[in-house]
Nanobody, 124 residues
Framework: VQLQASGGGLVQAGGSLRLSCAAS???????MGWFRQAPGKEREFVAA????????WYADSAKGRFTISRDNAKNTVYLQMNSLKPEDTAVYSCAADSRGSPLIPRTDKAFDYWGQGTQVTVSS
């Protein structure tokens, strides 16, 4: 499974961005998620979504501002980010679970494929 993330960029605080992650494989992906890593910090969970889209998980920092969704017909997962803050600045990476991991997809251990990341910079 190859994951291609896009949609990052430079935005002012309070603005919005929509990230996309396309999976280029016929192999089924179960949960998909977004993680981010800021300079000098560890990678952290942002949001995840089940295969059906019926279940979603969010980091506390993302709740109420970010929305994850997916279009299985397009093998694509999205992250709509609103009310962006400077502390949201990071490289955002998407991840996919192709094994049906029993782990709750709030940890990177639940995923076995990763995209290359897209930079999100929020200016104050």
């Amino acid at each position: 499974v190859q994951l291609q993330a896009s949609g990052g960029g430079l935005v002012q605080a309070g603005g919005s961005l929509r990230l996309s992650c396309a999976a280029s494989s016929s192999r089924r992906t179960f949960s998909m998620g977004w993680f981010r890593q800021a300079p000098g910090k560890e990678r952290e969970f942002v949001a995840a979504i089940s295969w059906s889209g019926g279940m979603t998980w969010y980091a506390d920092s993302a709740k109420g501002r970010f929305t994850i969704s997916r279009d299985n017909a397009k093998n694509t997962v999205y992250l709509q980010m609103n009310s962006l803050k400077p502390e949201d600045t990071a490289v955002y990476s998407c991840a996919a679970d192709s094994r049906g991991s029993p782990l709750i997809p709030r940890t990177d251990k639940a995923f076995d494929y990763w995209g290359q990341g897209t930079q999100v910079t929020v200016s104050s």
